[in-house]
Nanobody, 123 residues
Framework: QVQLVESGGGLVQAGGSLRLSCAAS????????MGWYRQAPGKQRELVAV???????NYADSVKGRFTISRDNAKNTVYLQMNSLKPEDTAVYYC?????????????????WGQGTLVTVSS
């Protein structure tokens, strides 16, 4: 069906930067919303940023001005550029997409999640 593969997580010092990528593969004919969520230890998963097929982006207040979401429609890929990282940004980051795909000869819209990538920001 459809798979999302994330990359780019790791360990960084406070004030540093990381760039996450998430690529979708499968029998895809369209991707509507692409987004990033995160889940810190002991906390619920929360929205970080989303971007529509038209390029409109929305961010959580906690990351506005520091993170930038972008997408490459030709590559079915979404990116999250994270600057001025803080220890409180430490979490597992998950990409999420609403994907139009061919499944068993039917055209369907699926919500798909990536496997998650760990971002650790040291103080």
């Amino acid at each position: 069906q459809v798979q999302l593969v994330e990359s780019g997580g790791g360990l960084v010092q406070a004030g540093g930067s990381l760039r996450l990528s998430c690529a979708a593969s499968g029998s895809i004919f369209s991707i509507n919303v692409m987004g990033w969520y995160r889940q810190a230890p002991g906390k619920q998963r929360e929205l970080v940023a989303v971007i529509t097929s038209g390029g409109f982006a929305n961010y959580a207040d906690s990351v506005k001005g520091r993170f930038t979401i972008s997408r490459d429609n030709a590559k079915n890929t979404v990116y999250l550029q994270m600057n001025s990282l803080k220890p409180e940004d430490t979490a597992v980051y998950y990409c999420n997409m609403i994907v139009g795909a061919v499944v068993a000869a039917d055209r369907r819209y699926l919500e798909v999640w990536g496997q998650g990538t760990l971002v650790t920001v040291s103080s």
